[in-house]
């Protein structure tokens, strides 16, 4: 059974920096893309982070510069880093399985139970 | 960047269809996916590349995607169905994921 655990939200200050980590099993984590969406409290999906299996990485402007994704197969994780936080960063933050080509058609088939992240003073 | 439109917010009453939209510019030429969201729980694909279903998923939701709507269909809705619904599709001319604005299904 495909199993994804985030871990690593909670309430940090503006300007603070908080890792989350995303524990995979039931499948080949080497083998697949994965990404990160965010979802604030009573508002839409958005995309926040990509890593392909050779670790190559994507960012939408608005964490771009702030936020490294990154992968460790052998303990079939994955990490986003998030530094310079602000509050607009608030937000229930999922991690997902990506299936498909993410040159054309790429979607999610697995996603985890998402971890809290609040950014406030 | 890559815009995604949906509707807020559809009402249908218990077995009768809902149609929810996605627009987007020649959104036909790109693959879109679907998602369904219940309160206090993560998304659920329950439709992708425009028309399939994963296993798992009922025959009541299908999808169809054309010039610059794509549309899930959920035929004979029941009230479990009452959810949000996003669609979703990767912009690869500027490697960014995309998503709608989400539209809250009510069942009546």
């Known amino acids: 059974e495909v199993q994804l655990v985030e871990s690593g939200g909670g309430l940090v200050q503006p300007g603070g920096s908080l890792r989350l980590s995303c524990a995979a099993s039931?499948?080949?984590?080497?083998?697949?893309?994965m990404h990160w969406v965010r979802q604030a409290t009573g508002k839409g999906l958005e995309w926040v982070s990509a890593?392909?299996?050779?670790?190559?990485?994507y960012y939408p402007g608005s964490v771009k510069g702030r936020f490294t994704i990154s992968r460790e197969n052998a303990k079939n994780s994955l990490y986003l880093q998030m530094n310079s936080l602000r509050a607009g960063d608030t937000a229930v933050y999922y991690c997902?399985?990506?299936?498909?080509?993410?040159?054309?058609?790429?979607?999610?088939?697995?996603w985890g139970q998402g971890t809290l992240v609040t950014v406030s003073s | 960047s890559y815009v995604l439109t949906q509707p807020p917010s559809v009402s249908v009453a218990p077995g009768q269809t809902a149609r929810i939209t996605c627009g987007g510019n020649?959104?036909?030429?790109?693959?879109v996916h679907w998602y369904q969201q219940k309160p206090g729980q993560a998304p659920v694909l329950v439709v992708y590349?425009?028309?399939d279903r994963p296993s798992g998923i009922p025959e009541r939701f299908s999808g169809s995607n054309s010039g610059n709507t794509a549309t899930l269909t959920i035929s004979r809705v029941e009230a479990g169905d009452e959810a949000d619904y996003y669609c979703?599709?990767?912009?690869?001319?500027?490697?960014?994921?995309?998503f709608g604005g989400g539209t809250k299904l009510t069942v009546l």
């Open positions: 997902a399985r990506v299936r498909g080509y993410c040159g054309g058609d790429c979607y999610y088939d697995y």
């Open positions: 039931g499948f080949t984590f080497s083998s697949y893309d």
């Open positions: 890593i392909g299996t050779a670790g190559d990485t």
């Open positions: 020649n959104i036909g030429s790109k693959s």
């Open positions: 590349d425009d028309s």
């Open positions: 979703q599709v990767w912009d690869s001319s500027s490697d960014r994921g995309v």
